[in-house]
């Protein structure tokens, strides 16, 4: 009988948790051993450009993952005396959705950026084991509870990610700088576009390609950072990504704003960049935008703090390892954050633009690496598959 794992979270293919449950769906799907269910229903528009061989292999596990929650919601599932392991989602405070959902292991997924947390591990006394996606988290939760903690780190999907030939649509006389992530002041945007402002005054052939946009527009809204001029929405309540760009000093001509976009479609793009930018003042997993551009071959600009020091190695890609201490945070506590200088990431940048060798080398380096550190979403659903069967086997911290 194949063991139920109950993903306390949405799937979907344009934020990260969704491309998490996602990839674990599609690789345990037919898996004889484990059975993903996901704590929201699945429909055709929550992965839109899904290619259709994946649809048809994950069609089964869908429908199988929304009749048994039908039958949850309507009180005719007790998810402890069908031993269905449960595993929730917990951000910033260890808060989640669905918490009163209780199986007969309980896993919290812990990914925070606010540090503010000995006060709230109360909050993780459901969970009898804690899983965690980088080791600047996993410390943070080993240094205040003595329940089981795992590191399992994300990954990309490696049939759709890998390097390959540019299509020739784009100008090639031009230098593309690509940065994604949703706009907030984790995710250091505002350095980004001063470092980049810097850079393209000197270089007229240079062009910022953004992938801001995010499901959420009112978490970006009003962010400034360094920045003189905040991003603003219009009457519709969209970004106006464009407008605050050019307010802030990079002409019009040196930016590409990209529209929201599923997930399998960013890989043409980042096949046509010629580096990338990913400057967080923190990620308490690794950087998805990051990883996805370095399985392509593209070297990527990385802060070295947080989690995403579990991504720079020996030449796979270009560290600011100047990390200034950042003094605030308005989600919460910011100890252990790191400020990139711009003036590194600007060296960083006219390194990059002056040396073509050293961009495939670095570029090649961080594919290859991906795939031996397997930073693949095959590889975490092996190693979480691995790790909760081992749980629901031995017992580890069984619930009462």
Not at 21 to 27: T, Y
Not at 75 to 80: S, Y
Not at 156 to 163: E, G, L, N, Y
Request: proline residues 6%; contains cysteine.
């Amino acid at each position: 009988m194949r063991r139920q794992v109950l993903l306390n979270w949405k799937a979907g293919n344009s934020f990260g948790w969704g491309l998490l449950g996602l990839g674990i769906v599609l690789h345990w799907a037919c898996d004889p051993e484990i059975q993903p269910l996901m704590g929201v229903p699945m429909e055709p528009g929550d992965f839109p450009c899904n290619d259709p061989v994946r649809a048809l292999a994950m069609a089964p596990a869908v429908r199988a993952s929304n009749q048994f929650l039908a039958e949850l919601c309507a009180g005719r599932v007790d998810l402890r005396e069908r031993g269905v392991l449960v595993v929730d989602a917990l951000g910033n405070g260890f808060l989640g959705p669905h918490l009163g959902r209780h199986g007969s292991h309980n896993v919290g997924r812990c990914v925070f950026e606010d540090t503010h947390i000995a006060d709230k591990q109360s909050r993780l006394a459901k969970y009898d084991s804690l899983l965690c996606a980088s080791g600047w988290n996993a410390a943070m939760l080993r240094a205040i509870t003595r329940k089981p903690v795992t590191m399992i780190h994300e990954g990309v999907d490696h049939s759709q990610f890998f390097p390959g030939p540019r299509s020739g649509a784009l100008d090639p006389g031009r230098f593309y700088v690509f940065s994604g992530g949703k706009i907030e002041y984790r995710k250091a945007h505002d350095l980004v576009l001063l470092a980049f402002r810097e850079f393209a005054a000197r270089h007229d052939d240079a062009v910022l390609v953004a992938a801001w946009h995010s499901p959420w527009p009112e978490v970006s809204a009003g962010f400034r950072g360094r920045l003189p001029a905040p991003l603003g929405r219009n009457a519709a309540g969209q970004l106006e990504i464009q407008r605050w760009v050019v307010e802030n000093g990079v002409p019009a001509r040196q930016f590409i704003q990209l529209p929201p976009m599923p997930n399998s479609m960013l890989p043409a793009v980042l096949r046509e960049m010629d580096c990338g930018v990913q400057v967080s003042r923190c990620e308490p997993c690794t950087n998805l935008p990051a990883k996805e551009a370095m399985a392509c071959g593209v070297p990527v600009i990385l802060a070295d703090n947080t989690g995403t020091r579990d991504l720079i190695d020996a030449d796979n890609c270009v560290p600011i390892r100047s990390q200034g201490v950042v003094s605030g945070n308005a989600a919460g506590g910011a100890e252990g954050w790191g400020e990139s200088s711009v003036d590194e990431i600007v060296a960083a940048l006219e390194a990059l633009y002056t040396d073509t060798q050293a961009r495939r080398r670095i570029g090649a380096r961080g594919a290859q690496w991906i795939l031996e550190q397997g930073r693949t979403w095959r590889d975490h659903a092996r190693e979480l598959r691995s790790h909760l069967l081992s749980c629901a086997r031995d017992g580890i911290g069984a619930s009462a």
